[in-house]
């Protein structure tokens, strides 16, 4: 079984990060990661997705899960979207039950106490990735800085 990799940075992304985010998972891939964890809240999201999927490629056996804090209206809308989009859909119980202020940082603690390995976009020290950061840092998880 290979290591898990998750992936954190800003909702909003001003520069391309592209080519930065695919050696990124490049790396992660090198040193044995096979699954890669993404929340799908935001732009780095949705980069970090699409770097994966190009990695897929070239690896078919690393598989690319969706974890969302909690039943999204989107989720539920578009199930046959996330189903062709994604090798998983998991929506952890630590972020299911927690009060909705707080359903997405317990939902970023899970992704990062369940992997090796934690890609990290950001560019200010304020914001639910830096927050991602610094409990990935604290838990001694391999940091991959974009």
Request: proline residues 2%; charged residues 25%; aromatic residues 10%.
């Amino acid at each position: 079984m290979g290591k898990i990799c998750c992936g954190f940075g800003h909702r909003e992304v001003h520069q391309d990060i592209t080519q930065s985010l695919e050696r990124a998972v490049n790396s992660a891939i090198e040193v044995g990661c096979t699954e890669f964890l993404n929340g799908d809240m935001g732009a780095f999201d949705r980069q970090f997705y699409t770097a994966v999927k190009k990695a897929k490629s070239q690896h078919p056996e690393i598989k690319i899960t969706c974890v969302k804090p909690y039943m999204t209206k989107a989720l539920q809308q578009y199930k046959d979207f996330y189903a062709d989009d994604f090798d998983e859909i998991v929506i952890p119980e630590e972020s299911a039950s927690a009060h909705y202020k707080s359903a997405i940082t317990k939902r970023n603690q899970w992704m990062i106490d369940k992997s090796e390995v934690v890609l990290i976009y950001t560019v200010r020290e304020h914001g639910g990735a830096f927050t991602a950061q610094k409990y990935a840092a604290k838990h001694n998880k391999t940091i991959i800085q974009i």
